[in-house]
């Protein structure tokens, strides 16, 4: 499995950006062949997706995040990012990230998570 750190995350006002990262480290195996994703958890609530992106780069978003929040990954650096503009106090939650390993559908990692709060 991919070992995953995410960093970013922090207080910002409604309107405002935040860029989270996603390190991926610990296997020998081309960060390439994972499909990364961001997901997010508010205190109560069930984990939700956020927005995810494949091994070939295709990407997929919520709803509610559709047009604000933009995925990219590096794969040279082993890294996934989520671009968050025009943030909402309910955007608030823990964010996730998560590895699929293409080859073997169902066989994920998560990373602990890194605290977003969108509030004046």
């Known amino acids: 499995q991919e070992r995953l750190v995410e960093s970013g995350g922090g207080l910002v006002q409604p309107g405002g950006s935040l860029r989270l990262s996603c390190a991926a480290s610990?296997?020998?195996?081309?960060?390439?062949?994972?499909?990364m994703g961001w997901y997010r958890q508010a205190p109560g609530r069930q984990r939700e997706l956020v927005a995810n992106?494949?091994?070939?780069?295709?990407?997929n978003y919520a709803d509610s995040v559709k047009g604000r929040f933009t995925i990219s990954r590096d794969n040279a650096k082993r890294v996934v990012y989520l671009q968050m503009d025009s943030l909402k106090p309910e955007d608030t939650a823990v964010y996730y990230c998560?590895?699929?390993?293409?080859?073997?559908?169902?066989?994920?990692?998560w990373g602990q998570g890194t605290q977003v709060t969108v509030s004046l």
């Open positions: 610990g296997t020998i195996i081309s960060f390439s062949l994972y499909h």
């Open positions: 998560n590895a699929e390993f293409s080859l073997r559908p169902g066989s994920f990692s």
């Open positions: 992106i494949t091994n070939s780069g295709k990407t």
